[in-house]
């Protein structure tokens, strides 16, 4: 497979497209479902296409995971790097927007006392250092506006604990790094929760839950409970889709097919529970009782991207929070960012064929 996403050029000196990329978080989404179906490298590998997984690919490409600098890349990933990129000038488009509950919660050792939001208040919080790059600096951001929502359901503010920092992985993309497993436990500060350094961290995510059942750590906050979205905003809710700009002017026909691959695993999801728990094990490497605990009430039934109101409207909460917290270097237009058609001629690309294709 090439390393490369364009190859020299065509007679007018232009470059060609001859590789597409596509980079995703060990979550549940309908794009990673359509990949490892053999969907999506089924649809884009069409025209003669190869199609890559970032995080398998050469090192030198891991970064534009964040900086979203690679023409040929679809990215459904944490908004966090999403927005810092665009914030600092990135040719991206927003194309569509996913909602999946993924068991954030704040967790506590046993023996705390904390049992609930109130009993925050005046506890050591877990907070990831800040990594090289603002987009990199997920965790924090994460840990952060995660810990702020928790305790307004207590009636307190991010001045009512102190935080902790912890050094963390200031190269969470590196090629060949899976994002899962004990990753979890330096990434959010579960490590320095079970060494008594902190008192609470907050987490997200079926390695976490996994982390949380084999060190018996008890969740004191599942913010998944409470039914206002709002304050569940975060890194991953909404999740965006986004490509390159260059992408979606040359061949918005493969931004197409991408999308229409996503909403029909999406489809295909609603009927296979059994199947994604089990593709979701190999994406997370977590346990069955890993998966089964972070991703609940039938979130199988909702894997759809769109571009609804209500979600734009979450996701401009969570810019907010970012701008407010320093995470991104300047503030933008959302609305201006956003590319309407792609998931419209999706939606009816499907409606032509009358049935699903795949079996």
Same mark, same amino acid.
């Given at each position: 497979? @090439? ?5 020299? @050029? ?49 090192? /030198? ?40 509950? /993924? ?71 590196? @090629? ?37 059942? /084999? ?34 002017? /040359? ?109």
């Amino acid at each position: 497979m @090439s390393s490369a996403t364009l190859s020299p @050029s065509d007679a007018s000196g232009d470059q060609l497209l001859d590789q597409v990329w596509y980079t995703r978080c060990p979550v549940p989404t309908a794009s990673g479902l359509a990949f490892n179906l053999g969907w999506l490298t089924a649809a884009l590998g069409a025209d003669g296409l190869d199609v890559g997984i970032l995080q398998d690919g050469p090192r /030198e490409l891991a970064r534009h995971h964040f900086d979203h600098q690679l023409v040929g890349l679809f990215r459904e990933g944490g908004n966090v790097p999403a927005l810092a990129a665009r914030a600092e000038g990135a040719p991206t488009r927003l194309i569509g927007l996913t909602w999946i509950d /993924e068991w954030q919660s704040i967790l506590v050792r046993p023996d705390s006392g904390i049992d609930g939001p109130a009993d925050l208040k005046g506890v050591r919080f877990a907070l990831p250092a800040w990594a090289t790059t603002r987009g990199a600096s997920f965790p924090r951001a994460m840990s952060l506006h995660g810990a702020k929502s928790a305790l307004a359901h207590g009636g307190l503010t991010l001045d009512d604990v102190t935080f902790v920092e912890i050094p963390t992985n200031a190269d969470p993309g590196a @090629s060949g790094v899976r994002w899962g497993g004990d990753r979890s436990n330096s990434l959010f500060g579960i490590d320095a929760l079970l060494e008594g350094r902190v008192d609470a961290v907050y987490v997200k995510g079926a390695s976490s839950a996994q982390a949380a059942l /084999e060190n018996g750590l008890r969740v004191a906050v599942d913010l998944d409970a409470y039914e206002d979205k709002r304050y569940r905003v975060n890194n991953g809710t909404p999740r965006p889709i986004t490509v390159h700009e260059r992408l979606l002017v /040359e061949r918005p026909d493969l931004v197409v097919k991408f999308l229409a691959e996503s909403l029909r695993a999406a489809d295909w999801a609603a009927a296979n529970l059994d199947s994604v728990r089990k593709i979701l094990q190999q994406e997370t490497w977590a346990s069955a009782e890993g998966v089964e605990t972070a991703y609940r009430n039938d979130f199988h039934l909702s894997l759809h991207p769109d571009l609804s109101e209500e979600r734009v409207a979450l996701f401009a909460r969570q810019k907010e929070f970012l701008v407010v917290h320093g995470f991104l270097a300047a503030d933008f237009d959302l609305e201006s960012w956003i590319d309407r058609g792609p998931i419209e001629a999706a939606r009816h690309l499907l409606a032509s064929e009358g049935a699903p294709r795949h079996d």
